[in-house]
């Protein structure tokens, strides 16, 4: 008998890590190579990863919702013999033929069993993504000719990330120019509603050489930022967007707060003006329900939404995260106020499940506690309608003929033009500021 | 023109006309720049003048002297004479006819020379001082090309009879005996040709072996012709001091913790080479240096002020001519706007030594590290009969590949031609070639080069010129 180590494998380029959605294995179950193991998921898809070899599993590292990084122990079997023997080869055909090529690293294999446990670096990927050269070992050679490395160069593709359909892997001109034309098509026919904008190299930057630089740090993109980048093309590209921008007077909102926070502490609640802003967007939703819709332009119709999930971009260490307020229609002050607190960690310690990041109908982002004013938000498309909130300043107003203190918060709505025509948004926003200056209407949304 | 803080505009500035500098300035000239190359010395800097060139004329001046004194093929009887200061004058007139064409060459591109000293005043901005006048240069690029010079030992200062591998290229005399510090390629190279013009050759070398970077069974080949120019070797050996006097030099040196002393009419120390970085205010240019005075560049020789670019023997890698005129053209390229970028597979080395001594790409420590498997062929010269037909018949080709591809990943050749046999091993290393390739490729008979075709099939196991064990 023996023990098998399996790490968890790439799932596609780009992408380190994946969230274990579910096991389909249990500890002590015997499987069969290339019975799926669990559901991993990351932001863009639920992959099975198939079981590399036949045994039974031992043990599994990672529970339920945690997120596995490429190369961590992921599952030990404990193997017969002949597997045990046979597994640096095994591995490789059992995930090629679910479907995923492998290139599997049998790196001092010697040295590994010896120590009596057997483990292989696998990187599973689907097999229509480029698949990178082999060489990652630093100081191996990417097989290429100095002319067809020149042409990569020329047309800024990394030569290492190139699929080499010659002898031994061996790069061709030919295989430049097929991960070129890749790059340009092999996103999926996308329908009407889908912005033609997809992510990928520009004709400028393709144009740049590849090469390394003392004047640059080069840092792939991770799987977030990506996602990110694709949220907000498709958005920018498809939805025209105009922005409104306006003051609330929230001088009563800010005397509210501060009396509030005595009563948040005792029930250790942090009472931000968040769950405000939130009640005041909710009330101008329910007044101007085009803004909490969605445009359907293949079947030619607006969806009006009747529930009022809002969605709070944060700022994440690994980008923008949007966790959403479900049902926020239906929530107290204080439930707000916890809710945002609790989702919010979550996003920012990683542990935000997808489902929570899911079916808003209308967002928020705040660029008030960075200090920012005004801004135009990017729709969290394809919502219609995202109110910036920018910070609260001190400010003398004129009131009833008088100059007295205020403060003033900076509001930026946008909204698609498609579905909302800018009087009806100014309007919205009109009453998003009437409900923020006068804190006893929100009693009356609630 | 009034001499003063006037300043000329100019497209590119190269500074240093060696190896890396006169090619760098040919290619930005061909691409259309308009450039203005600065040397301080002579066009063709150490290579031409003071290094590869006159050492390779004093190295086949001294093998025709060899073979008239010990007699090549038998039956001819040579009576041989030397006049060493002839020998130093053809020397020079090889030097001249390379260097000259350099400058035809130059003059030719339109790249116009200034003899001077050029330094940094700023980002932009070099100060030149010729003999007669200083003069700013205004720029928008600069490729700093001005390589490097031998590293001068504390203990070892040179003067008079302790001299650096320039002096002893020049020397108008035979010296009766002449001490080496350094066992490296330069110290092999200059001890063996002077043991052969009839000197007394001492080569002391610091580690335990000489030619250090090389692998022993190729410094057993040399040290095997060494001894049969009577040349004493002595490792693990440390100088520690030089007394000159009129008619010679005392070198004193320890070796496993016993003080010995040579007497010799020159010491000649050849322990490195460090960058001439030192002298150019690099800090005007805001340009910083590592600890070895290498200056950090990215992959088209750029240095960290974008505007100015740095080649050959002032960056990392080894100080060889090729790899500085192979980094001058891409920075040249780079310049002009090309997507060119220092992207070699392999870069050959070569000693002139007796025999000769080339390398490229890999050795089998190296690849073993790298390479689940590693597979080799060695076929030896005196198997090869071009090898045995010019009396050559000592060496090997020893072909180095990926055990599981067989692409092959590097190559060594001593003996007779090594330096030429290399080309072929390099081009097959870029190419990524496999034993397979090299075994099927028809090598003209009877040439040197079947060896390399041999030791392909050895590697196979199929050699047809060598009985398997």
Request: hydrophobic content about 45%; charged content about 25%; aromatic content about 6%.
């Amino acid at each position: 008998m023996g023990i098998y180590q399996f790490e968890f494998p790439e799932l596609g380029e780009g992408i380190h890590e994946g969230k274990v959605a579910k096991w389909i294995v249990h500890e002590g179950e015997w499987v069969r190579e290339d019975e799926p193991l669990a559901e991993v998921e990351n932001d863009k898809a639920v992959v099975e990863i198939p079981s590399p070899i036949e045994g039974k599993v031992v043990k599994l590292f990672f529970s339920e919702g945690a997120v596995a990084s490429v190369g961590e122990p992921f599952v030990s079997f404990e193997t017969n013999g002949v597997t045990e023997n046979s597994n640096s080869e095994m591995p490789k055909t059992s995930i090629e033929d679910a479907g995923l090529a492998t290139t599997a690293h049998e790196v001092k294999q010697a040295e590994v069993e010896s120590a009596g446990i057997t483990t292989l670096a696998t990187r599973a990927m689907p097999i229509d993504r480029k698949v990178p050269n082999e060489e990652t070992i630093p100081g191996r050679r990417v097989l290429a000719i100095p002319s067809v490395r020149k042409l990569a160069r020329e047309h800024g593709v990394n030569i290492a990330e190139v699929m080499g359909t010659g002898e031994h892997g061996k790069i061709t001109r030919q295989d430049v120019f097929a991960y070129i034309e890749n790059q340009d098509g092999d996103e999926p026919a996308f329908n009407t509603t889908e912005a033609p904008h997809q992510i990928k190299p520009s004709e400028e930057a393709r144009k740049k050489p590849f090469f390394t630089s003392i004047h640059e740090d080069i840092v792939p993109l991770s799987s977030i930022r990506k996602s990110i980048m694709e949220a907000l093309v498709k958005s920018k590209f498809s939805a025209p967007h105009v922005t409104m921008m306006d003051e609330a007077d929230v001088t009563e909102l800010v005397s509210l707060r501060n009396e509030l926070k005595q009563m948040a502490a005792v029930r250790e609640v942090k009472l931000t003006f968040l769950p405000f802003i939130v009640k005041a967007f909710i009330a101008a939703l329910k007044k101007y329900p085009y803004l909490n819709s969605e445009l359907d332009e293949g079947n030619a119709e607006i969806k009006l939404k009747k529930e009022y999930h809002i969605g709070i971009a944060t700022d994440t260490d690994r980008g923008l995260l949007v966790p959403v307020l479900h049902h926020a229609n239906h929530m107290s002050m204080w439930e707000l106020a916890e809710q945002i607190s609790i989702l919010s960690s979550k996003a920012r310690t990683g542990k935000i499940k997808l489902e929570e990041m899911k079916g808003s109908t209308a967002s928020i982002s705040n660029i008030g506690s960075a200090k920012g004013l005004f801004f135009t938000p990017i729709l969290n498309y394809p919502e219609v309608a995202i109110l910036g909130v920018g910070r609260i300043r001190a400010a003398l107003v004129r009131k009833d003929g008088e100059i007295v203190d205020a403060h003033m918060m900076a509001l930026s709505l946008s909204f698609d033009h498609r579905v909302v025509d800018g009087a009806m948004a100014q309007w919205a926003l009109n009453e998003v500021k009437e409900v923020l200056a006068d804190p006893k209407r929100m009693l009356m949304e609630v | 023109m009034v001499v003063g803080e006037l300043t000329e505009e100019v497209e590119l500035i190269v500074i240093g006309g060696g190896p890396g500098g006169y090619v760098a300035a040919i290619r930005a000239a061909q691409l259309g720049l308009q450039v203005l190359l600065i040397e301080k010395e002579d066009i063709g800097g150490v290579c031409l003048n003071r290094g590869c060139i006159p050492s390779k004329a004093l190295i086949t001046a001294a093998e025709d002297y060899a073979k008239g004194i010990k007699g090549n093929v038998p039956g001819i009887e040579h009576s041989v004479t030397i006049d060493f200061f002839k020998v130093q004058e053809w020397k020079e007139s090889v030097v001249k006819k390379m260097t000259q064409g350099v400058d035809t060459l130059l003059k030719g591109n339109q790249v116009k020379i200034l003899k001077g000293e050029a330094f940094f005043v700023g980002p932009d901005e070099v100060r030149v001082m010729t003999d007669t006048e200083a003069h700013n240069y205004h720029f928008q690029h600069c490729i700093i090309a001005t390589g490097s010079r031998p590293v001068e030992l504390a203990s070892l200062p040179y003067g008079k009879r302790v001299l650096t591998s320039t002096e002893a290229l020049s020397l108008q005399n035979v010296p009766k005996r002449l001490a080496i510090v350094g066992g490296g390629y330069i110290g092999i190279e200059l001890g063996q040709a002077y043991a052969k013009f009839g000197s007394q050759v001492t080569i002391l070398e610091g580690t335990p072996s000489i030619l250090p970077a090389f692998d022993p069974s190729i410094t057993r080949l040399i040290m095997r012709s060494l001894k049969e120019w009577k040349v004493e070797v002595v490792t693990g050996a440390l100088a520690k001091s030089a007394v000159e006097s009129a008619d010679d030099v005392q070198l004193t040196y320890e070796v496993n913790g016993e003080e010995r002393a040579v007497i010799a009419d020159y010491v000649l120390v050849t322990v490195g080479r460090r960058p001439n970085t030192d002298e150019l205010g690099l800090n005007a240019a805001g340009i910083a240096v590592d600890e070895k005075g290498l200056i950090p560049v990215d992959q088209q020789g750029r240095t960290s002020e974008s505007r100015i670019f740095a080649i050959g023997d002032v960056v990392a890698g080894p100080a060889l001519a090729h790899k500085a005129s192979y980094e001058g053209k891409v920075a040249a390229e780079a310049i002009a706007g090309q997507h060119s970028a220092v992207d070699y597979s392999c870069i050959p080395a070569v000693v002139f030594a007796d025999p000769e001594v080339a390398v490229v790409g890999l050795n089998e420590d190296e690849a073993g590290r790298l390479y689940e498997k590693v597979t080799t062929g060695r076929f030896a010269y005196g198997a090869n009969g071009r090898a045995v037909s010019i009396n050559a018949a000592i060496g090997y080709v020893k072909l180095i590949a990926d055990g599981n591809s067989g692409v092959l990943v590097g190559a060594q050749v001593v003996g007779a031609e090594a330096s030429n046999l290399i080309a072929e091993l390099a081009l097959a290393i870029e190419m990524n070639a496999t034993l397979e390739d090299l075994a099927l490729t028809i090598h003209a008979h009877p040439t040197l080069p079947e060896i390399v075709m041999e030791a392909a099939e050895v590697a196979l196991g199929t050699p047809i010129h060598m009985l398997k064990k």
